[in-house]
């Protein structure tokens, strides 16, 4: 089992920035790949970024691709998504979710889907309003 905690949630003017962290622990962090969701009211849940266990392969998506960056520390056992220039339309419940990958899976592989993952956070709110 895997726990996850979110933190760097709040309200923002547009343009602003804000820093998300993930927080992991239960299990060796480098058997981790992780991703970042959120969901609107009224909208499904979409996946924003995603990060492969080595850290060395990313996805966006098309919507916030030079604005946001996932990034992992394993010093700290933490993934964070670096939001710059945000928009109204990013206002959303932000989550982390990660899977489980042991070393018979390719660390470079990232995975972009909600079905990919079974262990998610409780999720913070990401407000963007003048």
């Known amino acids: 089992q895997v726990q996850l905690v979110e933190s760097g949630g709040g309200l923002v003017l547009p343009g602003e920035s804000l820093t998300l962290a993930c927080a992991t622990s239960?299990?060796?962090?480098?058997?981790?790949?992780v991703g970042w969701f959120r969901q609107a009211p009224g909208k499904e849940r979409e996946v924003v970024a995603a990060?492969?266990?080595?850290?060395?392969?990313?996805n966006y998506v098309d919507s916030v691709e030079g604005r946001f960056a996932i990034s992992r520390d394993t010093a700290k056992n933490t993934v964070y998504l670096q939001m710059n220039s945000l928009e109204p339309e990013d206002t959303a419940v932000y989550y982390c979710a990660a899977t489980v990958r042991p070393s018979t899976y390719s660390a470079r592989t990232v995975y972009s889907s909600t079905s990919n993952y079974d262990n998610w956070g409780q999720g913070t709110q990401v407000t963007v309003s003048s």
């Open positions: 239960g299990r060796a962090f480098r058997m981790l790949a």
């Open positions: 990060i492969s266990r080595s850290g060395l392969r990313t």
